[in-house]
């Protein structure tokens, strides 16, 4: 038990250094949906190693686990991202203060307020490339709609991807056995 309860903390590290590291991966290799499914498999292979490393009694049930991390991990990147693109509007809200320093107040507060972006905003902004004008006609449910889907995307491919190493090793040793 102690080693499965060390396995579960590692991998949830791994996950958030995995997630976070992918957000900085460049831009053209990302494609929606399908860098959830890689982001996904990298997370089953790594907790399938982890496994190894921390040799407790196989279950099979960690797969399981293995899907709530998948999508934790594209979690913990969706939002990595959103943090980083706050930030920067955060600086360019800066710089465009310092170009006008004699600013009423009301009027710094109103740009402060039109450069502000909620959640939903960044994900119109994230999934625009599917659509010209989803930014106008998307409801909020639509765009949380995606972003679940891309972390159902994570989750299986965490699920299958560490099945399937469980199965392979499950026959290997049947085949060895007989």
């Not at 060390?6 to 991998?11: I, K």
């Not at 934790?72 to 800066?94: C, D, N, P, T, W």
């Not at 994230?126 to 891309?150: G, I, P, T």
Request: proline share 2%; aromatic share 16%.
């Amino acid at each position: 038990m102690k080693n499965k309860l060390a396995w579960v903390f590692a991998g949830i590290f791994a996950a958030v250094v995995i997630a976070i590291i992918s957000v900085w991966l460049p831009g053209p290799l990302k494609k929606l949906g399908l860098f959830s499914c890689l982001l996904g498999a990298v997370i089953g292979y790594a907790l399938w190693k982890l496994r190894e490393v921390f040799e407790f009694t196989k279950q099979g049930s960690e797969k399981w686990f293995a899907f709530l991390l998948g999508g934790f991990a594209e979690g913990v990147r969706i939002s990595e991202s959103y943090r980083i693109h706050l930030a920067e509007q955060q600086r360019r809200l800066a710089e465009e203060m310092e170009k006008l320093p004699g600013m009423f107040p009301t009027l710094k507060t109103e740009l402060t307020e039109r450069t502000k972006q909620g959640f939903s905003d960044f994900l119109s902004l994230r999934y625009s490339a599917l659509s010209n004008n989803l930014e106008q006609n998307a409801a909020a449910w639509v765009l949380f709609a995606m972003f679940a889907f891309e972390l159902l995307l994570a989750s299986g491919a965490a699920f299958f991807v560490y099945r399937y190493l469980f199965q392979q090793e499950k026959q290997s040793a049947d085949e060895s056995g007989e």
